[in-house]
């Protein structure tokens, strides 16, 4: 065991990481501001890796897949805010849950249907297969451009969401939407916007993760307990808690295949536990937010 492994076994966290963030970022937007909890995030997840594919064999271009696929998704969950989910505001978080949850199993039974059960292949881009020299070893390109996306991802949220005036009010109307609506403010767009902007981000998360695990229908399944695992850690409708909490997880969860394997998948579980325990509402969330 030498320190080079260990850090780059770091490094291997931060990718693994970075896509966590994606997922969690998307999902603490919408319950941030329309107070719902997402259950179909993880299948928005896996319609991006489908979109990505669809149009990479369309167009040949990672590139466009990277750029259009997001775009897709997010015209999909304009559709289901406005039409499912928005009759279910103000009867409580039960029913845009249940929907939500039903929702899933319909994308996911429909990409069965459509593509089949098994797993299909995503190329990785020529120009990003292959290793970079670290300095102390060498390192997976297309791993470091995940990072340096999502790095940009966030980078560009934080504008949108603090210095433009239509943050402004997804700012406002995270704590007080009726405030914002006696103010004029059409909430309902926002709330679309928002939504479409959430399932567009876990999209992306799917597209970036789908060269590095390949796309099947069950893929959102399993990423959808490390989004909710990762908003819980860093606090229900927190975005600087949904960046830390999924760089933690990841980084973690990376260390502990390398010093204990049996314990990786656990991993997760355990900073959740002991977060929900010294600090119920998570890292930076806010208390009562769910009553």
Excluded at 10 to 21: C, D, E, K, N, Q
């Amino acid at each position: 065991m030498t320190l080079d492994l260990v850090a780059l076994q770091l490094f291997t966290g931060l990718a693994l990481g970075a896509i966590y963030v994606l997922l969690a970022v998307g999902l603490s937007l919408i319950f941030g501001m329309l107070t719902v909890v997402n259950f179909a995030h993880g299948a928005f997840f896996m319609l991006g890796a489908y979109a990505g594919l669809f149009v990479l064999e369309k167009t040949g271009s990672f590139w466009l897949a990277m750029l259009l696929a997001p775009l897709m998704v997010a015209a999909v969950g304009v559709v289901v805010e406005r039409w499912l989910i928005r009759p279910l505001y103000g009867r409580g978080l039960d029913y845009p849950l249940l929907l939500t949850f039903g929702l899933a199993y319909m994308m996911v039974e429909a990409m069965r249907m459509v593509f089949g059960k098994a797993g299909l292949p995503f190329d990785t881009p020529a120009v990003l297969q292959g290793s970079t020299s670290l300095g102390f070893a060498d390192f997976p390109t297309y791993r470091l451009f995940v990072i340096a996306v999502v790095g940009v991802m966030l980078a560009a949220l934080w504008f949108f969401i603090e210095r433009t005036s239509f943050g402004l009010i997804v700012r406002a109307g995270a704590r007080d939407p009726v405030i914002v609506r006696v103010l004029g403010v059409d909430v309902s767009r926002v709330w679309l916007i928002v939504f479409g902007l959430g399932t567009g981000i876990a999209a992306l998360a799917g597209v970036l993760a789908a060269p590095l695990q390949g796309v099947s229908p069950d893929m959102g399944t399993s990423v959808l307990i490390v989004a909710f695992v990762v908003t819980v850690v860093g606090g229900m409708g927190s975005l600087l808690g949904a960046v830390v909490a999924g760089l933690l997880v990841g980084m973690v969860e990376s260390l502990s295949v390398l010093f204990f394997p049996e314990a990786a998948k656990v991993s997760m579980f355990v900073i959740m536990a002991l977060v929900l325990l010294l600090r119920p509402q998570g890292l930076f969330g806010r208390a009562g937010l769910m009553a």
